[in-house]
Structures are given as structure tokens and as C-alpha cells.
């Protein structure tokens, strides 16, 4: 499994927002990373999952996993966090 930074995961959720013009949820928020994100309803392009890693008490990590069809694990909680809203 690939880990990446930070600022590798913040440009992925840029571009998929403003170039691809996806949607980005926040599933569980992060205290020192993003937690988890789920990018999701762009056309013709894949679903994103963002999760952060902790490697130790001091630092983190963050994984991404690529969907050509989000689960429906995901859609759930994001119609649940859709009706909280």
C-alpha cells in the first residue's frame, strides 16, 4: 500500500473539485490529517477514498484508494451525512 503526504492528498482534492467538477465528502474528520474523504460524482472518472494512517504518535501518513464504482459501503455514508446536513 502507497502512502502520501499531505500536500499530495490537498492538490488530489483540488483538481478533483475544480477540473473533473467531482464532489468531495468528509466522512471523519482529521485531527492531524484529512481523516476520511470521499471524492465521488465525477463524470467519467473514478471515486476517490482518502484515509489518513498514523505510523507512530508523532506522524501520519495518508492512503488513496481508487474505485471504478464506489461501494456501497461509501454511498451509504454519504446519504447519511447528506440528510445530517
Known amino acids: 500500500m502507497r502512502h502520501y503526504t499531505l500536500k499530495v492528498c490537498e492538490d488530489l482534492i483540488t483538481r478533483y473539485i475544480t477540473e473533473y467538477q467531482g464532489k468531495a465528502t468528509v466522512l471523519n474528520e482529521g485531527i ?25 504518535n508523532r506522524s501520519i501518513t495518508h492512503t488513496i484508494i481508487r474505485y471504478n464504482k464506489l461501494p456501497k459501503k461509501y454511498k451509504l455514508l454519504i446519504e447519511k451525512e447528506f440528510t445530517l446536513n
Open 32 to 56: 492531524l490529517g484529512l481523516g476520511v474523504i470521499v471524492l465521488h460524482s465525477a463524470p467519467n472518472k473514478k471515486s476517490v477514498v482518502i484515509r489518513v494512517r498514523f505510523l507512530n
